[in-house]
């Protein structure tokens, strides 16, 4: 017999290991191309259900109302004016800075907690420093409601000196 077989193999030499190695490296990216078909078909589901979900419902919207406007100031209302000279005018009465809480305090005492309302109107050049002391003047007064604006009420009508007669309307 010959040395080598019919494969042509040595039969006395070591054989070789054989070792099975991939074709490519490990992947460890994520394959995301289902993901994506999957959200795509969802995608499209909800655009072909979304129209046929559509419900009409009713909103009862109320009628306009009529709202009752006065331009008038109420006389028991407390008005402060701020001057550009940084006095005080509470309902047109000059007072001095120093009286100021005082003054404004006599005209609340007597009112309910409620009805303790104070607007203060700065004139344009008035002092920002004068805006916040009258309006933490007011506060320490017994004030609960601040409010501000922006052009001054009217003045109140002059009392008829006594003895004439008011005039026809």
Known sequence: MSPTSGSG????????PVVVRPATAT???????????????????????????????????????QVETTSEVPPDQIVVRIETSGEFRINGEVTPPEGYVQALKDKLDPRPPAERIVFITPEDEASYKKLVEALEGARRAGAETLGMTAEPPPPPPEPAPAGLAPPAP
């Open 9 to 16: 193999a040595r039969l006395g030499a070591p054989r070789k």
């Open 27 to 65: 992947k460890s990216d994520i394959n995301v191309t289902p993901l994506v078909d999957v959200v795509l078909v969802l995608l499209i589901i909800f655009m072909v259900v979304t129209p046929l979900l559509e419900k009409d419902f009713s909103v009862r919207i109320p009628s306009t109302e």
